[in-house]
């Protein structure tokens, strides 16, 4: 990419983990919605449950999560509670008892949780639901706060699969962005998991920090392959401090500028592909034997809040603040406050503030911008079809690919679209020209590169 191109697009465009985009959900779905779309979910179709844990014991300065920081732990054995009953609540409204094919941990930093609260957690879901024997059970490790005995209790709930988060192992870079992880601590905690037989390991890398460079990532990178990950995700530093203040605290003289984040992104990239590991979207890496792999392989991979996903499974629950479901009728979102969430919880209410009904055209749109990202290709004769609708109603956006193709951002062969090796970087530019929501929310998102 010319770094005449790079400077044409850098714009700011959604992530895409859902469409339409989060800051289009809309307060009308409320939690009577949500009642209503629980209990018409089909009884013999698994779920996928998403908990989120929105505690951290330090702030790292680049965090872009919903989290926040807390030292005492009487506030998380009181979110502990109504997740439980959070749990409760949404199980009444279901149609009966129904079976879990996926579990995602998330946060935050899900083992701030005492190991005993984290079992406590697994046994309500495992009253209030059939996890499956072979269920995939996913958890996000901070690795300087998680202890064996964390371990040990995830691993008893039947943890197949932990992401550690890493990041950067250059001391320069790791003090400055304040989070400070030796590359021991971080293949201890590898160890410890290995050791209680949870075989999926991912690590989280970034490029695009203060002060990274070529040279620094390479580095991570060398470090990151000796623990032998299953996976990698690599994700490109989101820098929007107009909505995450702390971000402000970073010092933006030493962020590297749009090239250098194309050149530090691409040198991670060639060295995992140099390991045999193969590229999967515009931020995942993985063992070519690695389901995530055989998935990509087959065009069934999909998209979800966590990035890259597996998971089948038609809806989405998901517990605690500000987490973020998705059935078949539509998303729905929590409260994003623990205060408002736990209102609601001890009310006895879905908690519930906004979400948005899917349209069949977001259906069609939704699953043309799921395939671009995961498969870099799109048939939209095929598509429009299959939701009995004609290409024909998507000349506006063929009008503008065209000005994309001749950019070289993607290849038009009639109405299938294919995103060459070189535009990839920029694939969501390109899944921007089919969201029909973009104008109002642009401004919001972070940079495309
Ligand atoms: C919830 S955290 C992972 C678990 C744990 N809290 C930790 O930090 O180790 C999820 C991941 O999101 C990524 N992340 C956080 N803030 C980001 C940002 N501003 N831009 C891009 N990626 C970010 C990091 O790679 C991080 O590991
Ligand atoms: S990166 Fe992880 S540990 Fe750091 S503040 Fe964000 S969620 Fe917490």
Redesign the pocket.
Known sequence: MTPDLIARYDQRVPRYTSYPTAPHFKPDITDRTYGSWLAELEQNQPLSLYLHVPF?A???L??G?N?AVTRSYKAIAAYVECLEREIEIVARHLPGRMAVSHIHWG???PTILSPGDLERISRRLGSAFDIRPGAEIAVEI?PRTITPEHVHALAAAGLGRASL?VQDFDPKVQETIR?VQSFEQTAQVAAWLRQAGVSGLNLDLMYGLPFQSIASVRRSVELALRLDPDRIALFGYAHVPWMKRHQALLPEAALPDAVARVEQREAAADAFIRAGYVQIGIDHFARPDDPMAIRHRAGRLHRNFQGYTTDEAEALIGFGTSAIGSLPQGYVQNAPTTVAYREAILAGRLPIVRGVALSEDDRLRRTIIERLMCDFSVDLHGLASEFHRNAADFRHEIATIDELAADGLVVRDGLTLTIPDEGRALVRTVCAVFDRYLENGAQRHSRAL
């Open positions: 951290c330090e702030l790292c680049y965090c999560c989290t946060g935050g930093t901070d988060g989070r």
